[in-house]
Structures are given as C-alpha cells and as structure tokens.
C-alpha cells in the first residue's frame, strides 16, 4: 500500500484570551505578591517579581492570543490556571472528548466513517492519564476496529505520529490510521512565569493516513519522512507518578513546563534547518522546489530563522504561513494547524514541507505533494 494524507481536521476551543487580559491578570498577581514581600524585598533577601507586558510578549514570541478550555480561572489571579473537573469513568475525558471532535472533523471531509478506521493514534505532548490509553478511548467513540495507543514525544508527537502511520500502511498492519493531537497545553503551563506565562494554547488536530488507491481525489502523497532527536535538559516537565514517591518536589515549578529558552533558540533553529535540507538533499528536492512550508508554530523569531536557512532568503506569509498569533504554541497541533488553515489554495503537483520541533530534543519532516486523481 502507498501511505497518502487524506484530511485533516480542527478543534479550537470556544474562549481566547488576548494578550491584554493576560498582562492585566499577570501583573496584579506581580503587585500582590510584591506588597506580601515588600519587607524581604527592602532587606534584599527576595528578588522583586517583574511585570509582564504586552510588547514584551509579542516581540518575544509573536503571539497575541490563545484559545483556552477554561479562561476565567487562569485569569483569576488568585488561582492562575485552568479549572477542568474530573468526570466519572464512565463519561468521555476531556482529552478524548477534543480528539474526537478533531476526527470527526478529518473523517468528514475524507468522507469517511470511524468504522473505516483500522487505527488510532493519540500522539499529542500532554497526556491526561497513563492508561487506559486515550487513543482506545477515542477507538471506542469513534466506533473505530482494530487497535489503538497512545504515543508522546513532545512537540513532534504529530510528525510522529504522521511517519507511524505511513509505516503501517507500507508493513500491511493497517489500512486506515487516524493520528489525532489534543493538546490541552493550559494544565502544564506556569500561568505565574514572566518568561513562559504566554507561550500555550489548547486545541485539537487529527490526520487520516489511508492507501492512495483508496483515497478521495484530492489528497496529499507522503513523498517522504525523516525523524530526528536528541537528548536536551533545555525543555523538560518532571511531573509524573514518581512524584508521590518524593513528596519534597510536589508543587515544585519543574512539574511544570520549564525551558531555557535562549539555548533552545540556540540549539533548535540550526538543528531543524539541518535535518530539512539533509531530507530534500536525500530526496533529491531543491528548497526551490517548496511551495510552501508549515512549520512548528512556537516562536515566530525562530520560524523566520529556520524558513530562511532552508529557502535561502526570507520566507513571506505565503511560503511560511503563521497560525502562532491567534493560537499560540499548541506543542504538536501547531504544524498541523498550520497545515488545515493553509494548504486549499496549492495545485496538484505543489511540494510543502510539514515540520515539528521540541523537546527531547525531537524534530520531524514530512516531504508533500498535493494529488488529485481524474
């Protein structure tokens, strides 16, 4: 079977939270906690906290929103983080709930049903639980056959995801995989750090990989696949369930999202240039040759650095298409979103590259060409 990228699909979250309502939340939690500690800080035991503001952010990162499932308590500065209760067992999780809503989407413009779904895979950077695993929760709503798991590696989960689905399509172990992207990014963020407090947003992707003879007519050929990673302490999340064997570190800032950012700037941008131009090189492609790519949507800096290393000269809105501003970082949807939002107006025989990059570190390009059959 040849492996083809038949839809895709998106959830967004119904609340946004612009950057002004972030700062404003933000920055009163800065004067409280500074006038609690006004004596240490006089004495120069304690380090004042600093504003936030909205400049800062955008010239930072570029973002200038993001689309949250629960809004007023991360802008409540007493809580300053999302509030989703927990449902009995028997209801859908909030995670499978989005994913799902994601896939229905993709099933609908492939014109397809869950039960023509041999596979699922969840491959997303936050996982709501260790098991059961969300993908065979997302099976069963789906009314999808054959199996399903879970997989995680951070903001490259969905290219991932993307090359396993491809590769099983290629052994014969399935026919139809849908690789879905929830990311509720909100839970794992420290809504009280100046330098990450903007930086996520929640939503869901989904993709559906099916054999080329089977596909709709308008699809994208899978040209190629090439992954990437390489152990980093500069982006990391401790939590996990050996938290409760060291309750000394329970609430500690590092079971949250923690970066340094600076190196990961560092590091990254030559890393993912290096890995795209070596996977055209390999396929005989000159960055010429791209009609688009649809890159990462983490740092709008760093997306022009990469985009221009890879074209060889500066990459406009068209060739490099930015979701980042609206949506924020969205750990393995961005690419995705990117992707969905921006690829109807390409003709049949435009290449476009598909890239993910984060922790780990990880990287994943995926090489495209639109296809329609007579």
């Known amino acids: 079977m040849v492996p083809v990228l038949s839809a895709t699909g998106l959830f967004t979250p119904a609340e946004s939270i612009s950057n002004a309502e972030l700062v404003e939340s933000f920055n009163t939690h800065v004067a409280r906690w500074n006038a609690a500690h006004a004596e240490a800080i006089a004495a120069g035991t304690v380090a004042p906290l600093q504003p936030s503001s909205v400049a800062f952010i955008e010239k930072a990162s570029g973002i200038r929103s993001r689309f949250v499932m629960s809004k007023a308590p991360i802008l409540d500065p007493e809580i300053m983080a999302p ?218 800096n760093m997306n022009r650095l990469i985009a221009e290393r890879v074209l060889g000269h500066a990459a406009n809105d068209d060739q490099s298409p930015t979701v980042l501003d609206r949506y924020a970082n969205t750990s393995s949807a961005g690419s995705i979103i990117a992707f969905h939002l921006h690829h109807a107006d390409l003709a049949p025989g435009d290449l476009g590259l598909l890239c993910s990059f984060g922790a780990g570190y990880s990287a994943g390009s995926v090489l495209l060409r639109r296809s329609r059959k007579a």
């Open 83 to 300: 509030r989703i209760p927990e449902r009995p067992n028997e209801d859908i999780s909030i995670l499978a709930e989005i994913a799902v809503a994601a896939a229905t989407d993709a099933l609908a413009r492939a014109g397809r049903e869950g039960r023509e779904v041999d596979a699922v895979i969840c491959a997303c950077s936050n996982l709501q639980r260790p098991y059961p695993a969300i993908a065979i929760e997302v099976q069963n709503a789906l009314g999808a056959l054959g199996f399903a798991f879970d997989m995680n590696v951070a903001c490259s989960s969905a290219t991932f995801g993307l090359q396993t689905a491809a590769d099983m399509l290629r052994s014969g172990s399935a026919r139809r995989v849908l690789v879905v992207n929830p990311e509720i990014c909100s839970g794992h963020l420290n809504w009280r750090d100046r330098d990450s407090h903007f930086i996520f947003g929640d939503v869901a992707t989904a993709l559906l990989v099916e054999d080329r003879d089977a596909a709709p007519a308008d699809h994208w050929e899978i040209l190629g696949t090439r992954l990437q990673t390489r152990f980093s302490n500069s982006i990391r999340n401790n939590f996990g369930f050996l938290n409760r064997a060291a309750p000394e570190g329970i609430g500690k800032p590092d079971k949250l999202f923690v970066q340094e950012g600076r190196k990961v700037f560092k590091d990254v941008v030559p890393m993912v240039a290096e890995l795209i131009l070596g996977h055209l090189a390999d396929l005989g492609v000159s960055p010429a040759r791209l009609r688009r790519l649809w890159l990462h949507q983490a740092n709008a």
